[in-house]
């Protein structure tokens, strides 16, 4: 069973009916929102994996409350429109909108769309994560060649020897090999 989140807004209650009906028979968890503000609550609160938002969301400008809910990391957003101009296409190319859908609303090319954007949403997540743990792991490793430098001056030793030091003092006080030569940066460097 799909545990995917989504939230779909539309001020027209029939829409969201609609919308969110179908989306539950293809096993999605939908919340619904009426307005931008109460879109914007919702997503804060239930984190999905996807927004669904008319672009004619009454309580403000929709597309306001697709970017804070991106510059959030709350979530993504598919747009609903009936109008498909130029001023919404700039609009769009400023943000990270995998898709959009136009009315009158096609189910199963919405449901096509839903699909295709979360597994997008999914491999960006995955692609950030994974430069977030080089980004720290290439931090990690010039603090570690920085204190290494430091014991070969220190103690007049070769590059395996510091290394051997930094490793044992790592085992000795039971805490990460980063974390110890952070501490004889700060002591010594």
Known sequence: MNTCKIVVADSDSKNREIIGGFLKKKGYLVHTAADNGSA??????????????????????????????EDDKISSVIFITNKLD????????????????????????????????????????????????????????????RAKGIIINMLNVSEDEAYGYLRKKSMDMCIPIDVVAEKIIKKYG
């Open 40 to 69: 914007l609550r919702v997503s804060r609160s239930i984190m999905p994996h996807l927004v669904i938002m008319d672009v004619n969301l009454a309580g403000g400008n929709a597309f306001k409350t697709a970017r804070i809910i």
């Open 86 to 145: 130029n001023f919404f296409y700039d609009r769009l190319k400023s943000m990270n909108i995998y898709a959009y859908a136009a009315k009158p609303i096609n189910l199963e090319q919405l449901f096509q769309t839903v699909e295709f954007s979360i597994n997008n949403v999914n491999k960006m997540n995955e692609l950030k994560n994974k430069i977030e743990q080089l980004e720290t792991s290439l931090k990690n490793r010039k603090k570690l060649d």
